[in-house]
Every structure is written in C-alpha cells, then in structure tokens.
C-alpha cells in the first residue's frame, strides 16, 4: 500500500515538473520531421513502414533512421487533432508515464521495493530525460524504452505467452522505434547467462530464434525503406574507439550530477586530445577497480551494468553519423540499468552505521529535489526556438547550430541585419555549414528589395546573395532548395541566360515559407 501511495507520488511529481512544457510549440527538428512532413499529413500505411524516418529536406546527408512507429503514432495524432503541439507534447508525456509505472514493476520483480521506488524516482525525475519527453521529436527513445520494457517483464514472467509471443512483439516493435533496440537480443542472453538454469537451454535457444528471425524481417524492412542494409560504421573506428570511455564518462557524470545537461554538446572527435582518450581510459579503468566487488558480488548488479552498456555501445560513438558526439537522449534506454546501480548503491550506503537514518533519508530527498528543479529548470529552454538556440550558443559556443538557428529566426520575422551577424558568426565557426549560407542569401535577397531605389546598392546586395548560395551549392551538391533560391536571385537580376539555365533544375524544387527546404518528387 506504502509502495503504490509512493507510485502516485512519483507519478504527481513527474507531471508537475513537465506541466508547463506543455504549452510549447513545435521547435527544432519539429517543424521538419512533424511539421512538413508529408507522411504524417498524408501517407498511407505501406508508405509509412517501406520510408524513412527523415524526411529528404531535413539532412544533406543519408541519414541511418528506419523508426515507423513514432512516425505511425504522429499520423494518428495529426489525423484526431491536426498540428496541434499541445497533443504532440501531451502524447509524450502519457506515454512517459506509462514507461515509468512499467519501469517500476519491472524493477519490483528484479529487486525489491526500496530499490524499484529510489530507481523509479530517478528515471522519472532526472533532467537527461527532459529532451525526450519535452520536445514532441524526441518521442522515438521514449517508444523504444517502453517496448524494450514491456518486452522485457514479458520475458521475466517464465511463462510460455510472455517468453515467445508477446516478447517478441515488443520487441519488433521496439526495432521499428528505434535502432539502438536491436541490442536487446544481448540483454536477454546476458540474463538467460546470469540466471537461467541448465534444465531451460532447450527453450532458450528456441526462444533465440524467434528473436533472430525477427531481426532479420527488420533489417529486410530497413534496407527496403533505407535503400541500403549496411551499418554507419566509420573508416575511423579505431580513433572513434579511444574516445568511447570519453563519452561513457560525460555520461555518468551527468547522470549521477546532472550540471551538464544541454540541448546540444559541442564536442567533437576532431576537437579531443590523445591525452584526453588517455586519461578517460584510466580513469574508467580505475573506476572498475575500485568497484569491482560490487560488480561481481550480486548477479542483479552484472545484469544492471550489462543492460546500461549493451544500450550505451550504440551511441557510444562508434557509428559515423552526422551529429552530436553524445547527447542525453541518447541514453535513455540505457539509463534504467544505471538507476538500477545506483539506487542498490543509495540502498547499501542507507544501511551504513556511521550515518544517521535522518541524515540518511535527508540526503536522498535533498538529491531528489535537486533533480526536480534542475529538470523544471532545463525544461524551461524547450519552450521556443529563440530559447532553445540561445541555449545552445550558451552550451556550444564555438558550434555554428544556435548561431544559424537564431539567424533563421530573425530571417523569418524580417530582420535581415541580425540575419547577417548570426549568420556569418556561423560560417565562420564551421566555413561548410550549409545552413548559414541559405540564411546569408536570404538576408541578402530581403536587403535588396528594401534598397529598390538604389539600383547599384541593390546589386550589391543581389551579387552577395548569389554568392552565398553558390557556396552552399557547392558545399552542398544541390540540397536546401539552393537551386531555387538561385533562380530567385537571378530573376531578381533579370538574368535570363542563368534563369533558363536553373529552372530545369528548379521543377522539382519549391520554396517552403521563403526559406530554403528542398523537396523531390
């Protein structure tokens, strides 16, 4: 009765902290992956599971993202509510909820009340969690941690309806949420390993191929909708492979002292010392040591640690793709085995004889606090874009993503001089962000036509807008609309040998709200 009094608690404190998020709007990848997306507006269900993730405009690169479900569960709430943020917002949270009420019953049968409820208490209140829950994109970490779940108690029941049916159900319905959950195949071995007894070998490896013949009808969905089936492993895999513990660390760091959290971390392979990889090695490596008997005293706390680093290996930057070197989203799957650590870690330091039992419990409600407000804080910064961008020049400020953001901002209101100032403060933090470029160029176009009676001033501005996007055709190889914007600019300049020439180009192109979105047949 005390345990599900406290559930309610949990469940109470959680929605009070991400009730103001509610009122958000759509910010960041919103307005291309949910906004402007054509599937979730118009696509049928075979399109839905034979596309990707990410609609063409939304990257110049080819993106590894085959998630169906979230893109499904955007589709049903466009169809019931239309582009209504607060639906969007308000589906992450339930679902939220739901993942941590499972999460504690999942725990409850692993390990015993104390450690399901402090373990719960974390997840639910952590701010690593608020990018998933707080921005309606984010949603794709929060549908697999629950189908991973969800598979996961259905497994741990020993019964044969659990353990080869629904499992494997949520499990497939975790790959098509999120790739990272193809790990999960080693979470159940390493739980079958850890426990199983001998007299299960025969319906374990039965079990073992119903989930490798699920993989396998993922990957075929995947390469047909992706159009490849190979993997983003990068040429650079062994440099990649000395910054791991880099980013194992800045992890755990914020998940037990979570000062760090940002909606982008600027850090990037290219940006690290040796001596940084070095010391991240020893330090992970001392870590072990120190906590080996923990480690290898208690099987729950082999399947705990097993479960956060199978989940943290995808993310852990072996893969090449075009992005954040670690972000807290990335983890949170991961997350639920290194709660699991720390609340059994909070639960033998409470059994302690040279503390207090007040000072004891003090101190756990003291850091459940923290974690509170620290989340209502950070939540704060997914309101609006203006917010979020300034955030990241605040956390990144020598990455060229806030600095175009806000210049996209002010291009959209009409403000092309701060247009410019953020924009070149972009290009020259990163001289191929092809980003800055669009926004330069279209500054530039707005400057023009506010010098319509300064016919020199006008070209000035004019030649300086086909400058800008023609480094971004360049850097680009044609995407952002670029083609398009060109045409504009040469028309402007009532170039008809260049305007003939780009409009067999520009049939398959079209401006999305004067800005630079290019999207083919």
């Known amino acids: 009765m005390k345990s599900n009094l406290l559930l309610i608690i949990i469940v109470v404190a959680t929605i009070l902290v991400y009730l103001p998020s509610l009122t958000n709007k759509f910010i960041w990848d919103d307005h291309d992956i949910i906004q402007r997306n054509y599937l979730i507006r118009h696509g049928s269900i075979e399109k839905i599971f034979t596309s990707p993730y990410a609609p063409k405009f939304f990257s110049p690169h080819k993106l590894p ?36 009420i499972l999460i504690y019953y999942l725990t409850r049968s692993l390990f015993d009340a104390r450690i399901a409820l402090l373990s719960t208490f974390l997840f639910a209140l952590h701010p690593t969690h608020v990018e998933s829950v707080a921005f309606p994109s984010g949603i794709s970490d929060i549908l697999a941690t629950l189908f991973i779940v969800l598979s996961s108690m259905s497994y741990t029941k020993n019964n044969i309806l659990g353990v080869y049916i629904l499992s494997p159900i949520w499990f497939f319905l975790a790959l098509l949420s999120k790739e990272t959950s193809a790990m999960f195949i080693f979470i159940v071995l390493a739980y079958d390993f850890i426990f199983a007894t001998k007299k299960k070998i025969n319906r374990l490896i039965i079990h073992k191929l119903i989930f490798i013949i699920i993989l396998l009808i993922y990957f075929i969905l995947r390469k047909h909708a992706l159009m490849s089936s190979t993997l983003p492993v990068s040429k650079y895999i062994f440099k990649r492979l000395a910054f791991v513990a880099y980013v194992l660390i800045r992890h755990l760091s914020n998940l037990i002292l979570p000062l760090w959290t940002a909606p982008y971390h600027g850090e990037y392979i290219k940006s690290l010392s040796t001596i940084t990889a070095i010391l991240t090695w020893a330090l992970l490596i001392a870590i072990l040591i120190i906590f080996k008997k923990y480690i290898t005293s208690k099987a729950l706390i082999k399947f705990s640690l097993l479960w956060f680093i199978l989940f943290f290996l995808p993310t852990s930057g072996i893969f090449s ?128 036509y506010m010098a319509a009676d300064d016919s020199l001033t006008r070209k000035a501005y004019l030649d300086s807008a086909e400058l800008s996007f023609t480094k971004q055709l360049i850097i680009s190889k044609g995407f952002g609309g670029v083609y398009s914007n060109l045409g504009i600019v040469y028309m402007e300049k009532i170039s008809q040998k260049k305007r003939l020439r780009h409009s067999r180009k520009q049939r398959n192109c079209f401006l999305i709200h004067h800005r630079y979105y290019i999207i083919l047949d």
């Open 321 to 448: 793709y075009k992005g954040a070197m670690w972000a807290e989203r990335h983890i949170i799957t991961a997350s639920v085995g290194a709660f699991w650590v720390i609340a059994y870690i909070i639960h033998k330091f409470t059994e302690s004889k040279y503390i207090s039992q007040k000072m004891i419990k003090l101190i756990i409600y003291a850091y459940i606090i923290f974690l509170s407000v620290l989340s209502a804080s950070y939540a704060f910064y997914w309101r609006n874009d203006w917010m979020l961008y300034r955030k990241m020049i605040e956390s990144a400020p020598n990455n060229p993503i806030g600095y175009s953001g806000i210049a996209a901002l002010y291009s959209d209101y009409g403000y092309p001089d701060s247009t410019i100032y953020y924009a070149k403060k972009a290009v020259e933090l990163d001289p191929t962000y092809i980003y800055a470029y669009a926004n330069l160029g279209q500054a530039y176009i707005t400057k023009s």
């Open 65 to 100: 993202y085959y998630r169906p479900m979230p893109i499904l569960l955007w589709h049903i709430i466009y169809k019931l509510f239309g582009l209504n943020a607060l639906a969007f917002r308000l589906t992450n949270l339930v679902i939220y909820i739901i993942l941590i």
